[in-house]
């Protein structure tokens, strides 16, 4: 690790970074990636990087610094390492009020995901720990894992209600997600997803479920202003896309854009529902049909792949070229939750994208940085390394290259996150 070569005290907003080995997404951005463009990563070689209360001001090549202009700053010597924009992991369910390993267990011992459910298992098992708990308790343990995902160099972050199946539990996700907002110095945005499943009560009135999330839940989280996107589970089983259509139609009067799941397990219109709807990204896209691919291809919001869902449940992996090749914005986010995808390390979903998606290393840190960013709307934001984006980044450990990070994996490359021009510390 680089060490401090000279000091400021009195100014200590202004950082200096020299001897980058690689500085890896720079520039504008004025779309997302997609094509042959998504293997385009701005990459300067030996590089340096300036930050100015909280922001990048510039960057560009060793051989151009011109050290008096940049004076006074905390100049730090990162020689043989690279610095990454931050990862935006863009659909993730990290409120969740306690583990499942015992379902894990279960699995492993060859119980079905039906006996699984028939125990009371899945969403409804994360359901009943999330009515129970505590809103303070429950701010405490996730604001832990949001810290711990920090560390991991996640930078900006979606998080989706869903575990609460009540109007009272939904809200009090939501409101545990908008106080990250205010305690995290990452920017958090929250995604309701009341249509997650059906609460056991409602389970042979599915109407009477969408008709509480439309008359009891959405009015009064737009009222308190307290999601930013909907979401909706759309499967065979969960919603379907005419339910799915209902519910966004009524969260677009009040300005929710839709972020959904849709073909994890079957393709059943849950593509052509997202595009009337204007979704602002298609999550999971497991199970894909040739027309879904070309679909997506000319879909302008986000193609999200989770792959760490597909590898806990040892599903089938989401056809990453195929959608490349057909154009469309391919994005990853972790999904990180507690029944299918129980990490929310975006450098293993990196990792795994490269190893079982043949992704390249360029095209993973497009999809998990500049790409997840529009997938948010945060793309003004964070994403990239830009002028006056947000300053926060990765110094990774002296690596010889990029495609090391993922290619050695399960290693910790990760030397510091910094966050709004400040090294993150929890
Ligand atoms: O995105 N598929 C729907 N929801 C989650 C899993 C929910 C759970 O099992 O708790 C997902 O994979
Ligand atoms: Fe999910």
Redesign the pocket.
Known sequence: MGKIIAFNTFIEVKHLFINIHILAGVGEHPGQKRGKALQDLGIIQDAFLLTNHGLIEDYGEMKSIDFNEYAPAEVQDVSGQCILPCWVDS?T?LV?AGS?EDEFVDKLKGLSYAEIAAHGG??L??AKKMQEMDEDELVKISLHKLNELIKLGTGAIEI?S??GLTPAAELKMLRVINKLKELSPIPVKASF?GA??YPVHYRENHDGYINEILTEMLPVIAEQKLADYVDV?C?TG?FSPEETKTICKEAAKYGMRPKL?VN??NSIGGIEAGIELNALSL??LETLTTNDIELLGSFEGGATL?PT?AFF?RMPYQPARALIDAGAAVTLAS?Y?????PSGNMNFVAALSCIQMKMLPEEVINAGTINGAFALGLQNEVGSISKDKKANFIITTAVPSLAYLFYSFGSNHIAEVWINGEKFHS
């Open positions: 659909h369910h969740f499942r899945g969403i098992n994360s989706k869903g575990y997803l997650h499943t589970f499967e969960f799941h994890q397990l999550d999971h989770l869902a449940l999904d939750n507690p029944g299918s995808s």
